[in-house]
């Protein structure tokens, strides 16, 4: 496992890079994920509570600035957030599909309207991200023994944003129903 580099004048955000490492520290009262890139350079970090309802993370450049927060829905059918950025505009809203026959699926909206659709194997956390049929990113989780590490991909043309908001979201609901 690579230990993240501090943050330096010239340390790249992390919506500049297609690779990012999203590390979660296992034991910690507090929802906590470290990014970086491949080569261990910070990027920024992500900060939530388990206490906190309904749910609510905030996302930090290397600079401590804030990028984005997520907010999660108390009163819903299905599990929602909702994705905006610093100044409190949405980038879009990620729901859980309700039933499905085998598995778990996700969609994010903009403006009402499905944008992206996630799949795979949510229980395993390798799962992929599509935009009209297109994969635009892949999550894949590396079991580590200190903290899980997420591996993001962006392999097409998506605000990064929006893939980092997903992937801890759907850890969120992933992880609250096994506790």
Same mark, same amino acid.
């Given at each position: 496992?690579?230990? *993240? ?8 955000? *992390? ?17 906590? @994920?470290? #990014?970086? &890139?491949?080569?261990?350079? @910070?990027?920024?970090?992500? &900060? /939530?509570?388990?206490?906190?309802? *309904? ?16 907010? /999660?829905?108390?009163? $819903? #059918? ?6 905006? &950025? ?14 499905? #026959?085998?598995?778990?699926? @996700? ?11 996630? @799949? ?5 956390? &390798? ?38 908001? $997903? ?13």
């Amino acid at each position: 496992m690579v230990e *993240p580099t501090p943050p330096g004048p010239n340390s790249p955000s *992390p919506f500049s890079s297609k690779d990012i490492v999203m590390n979660k520290k296992l034991l910690s009262l507090r929802e906590h @994920y470290d #990014l970086q &890139d491949r080569q261990g350079n @910070y990027l920024g970090e992500a &900060d /939530g509570n388990f206490f906190q309802l *309904p749910a609510k993370f905030t996302v930090f450049d290397r600079n401590h600035s804030e990028v984005m927060h997520l907010e /999660g829905k108390i009163l $819903s #059918l299905r599990k929602q957030f909702s994705i905006k &950025d610093s100044s409190g505009n949405e980038l879009g809203v990620i729901r859980k599909k309700l039933m499905r #026959l085998f598995g778990s699926e @996700y969609w994010l909206e903009r403006n009402g309207v499905e944008f992206m659709r996630i @799949y795979g194997n949510f229980t395993e956390h &390798d799962y992929q991200m599509a935009v009209n049929q297109a994969e635009v990113a892949r999550v894949h989780k590396t079991w580590v023994s200190i903290r899980d590490q997420f591996n993001i991909s962006i392999t097409g043309n998506i605000d990064p944003r929006i893939v980092i908001g $997903s992937a801890i979201v759907i850890e969120e609901v992933t992880e609250k129903r096994h506790r």
